[in-house]
């Protein structure tokens, strides 16, 4: 399952690094709908991610009625990625 999606970056003070693009409702209720699939533990889902040029992966965590993309620091600066700064994101699930 491939998504696409714009979020606003925030910051969460949950495991470092402590930046994340939150999915919008569309998205994170296509994710509910496979989660079982998907989750190793804690509602903990792996994905492939990329924001800009910069692809990477990282598990979502569920937050807030939502999931939360963990965006990492390599990525932060490879993009130039800071709080509150709207970013492009492509999320690929493996369903198997």
């Not at 998504?3 to 495991?15: K, N, Q």
């Not at 496979?34 to 990329?50: F, S």
């Not at 990525?75 to 700064?85: K, L, N, P, S, Y």
């Amino acid at each position: 399952m491939d998504l696409i999606f714009s979020a606003t970056a925030v910051e969460w003070r949950g495991p470092a690094p402590y930046v994340f693009a939150p999915l919008p409702p569309e998205e994170a209720d296509a994710i509910d709908q496979v989660k079982a699939r998907l989750t190793y533990g804690w509602g903990v889902i792996p994905v492939q991610a990329q924001i800009g040029e910069t692809a990477f992966t990282t598990s979502l965590f569920p937050r807030e009625g939502t999931y939360f993309l963990p965006v990492k620091v390599a990525v932060q600066r490879a993009e130039g990625v800071e709080i509150g700064d709207e970013v492009e994101v492509r999320v690929h699930l493996d369903l198997g």
